[in-house]
């Protein structure tokens, strides 16, 4: 479980400073938190997923 954990962590840490997010801690109330918000940020950016 650990493990699993620490690979969400670091792919949600990735994808926010993909996103812009910068150095700074991301703000826990923008962070993405689901799969249908991180689809919903690449389209706004113009990718897609699938």
């Given amino acids: ?7 969400y962590e670091t792919f949600r840490l990735v994808v926010n400073e ?3 997010g910068g ?3 991301p703000n826990e109330s923008e962070a993405i938190g689901t799969f249908e ?6 389209t706004d950016i113009g990718g897609t997923l699938g």
């Fill in 23 to 25: 150095d700074a801690q």
């Fill in 37 to 42: 918000e991180l689809a919903r940020a690449f």
């Fill in 18 to 20: 993909a996103l812009g």
């Fill in 1 to 7: 479980m650990a493990h699993h954990l620490q690979t």
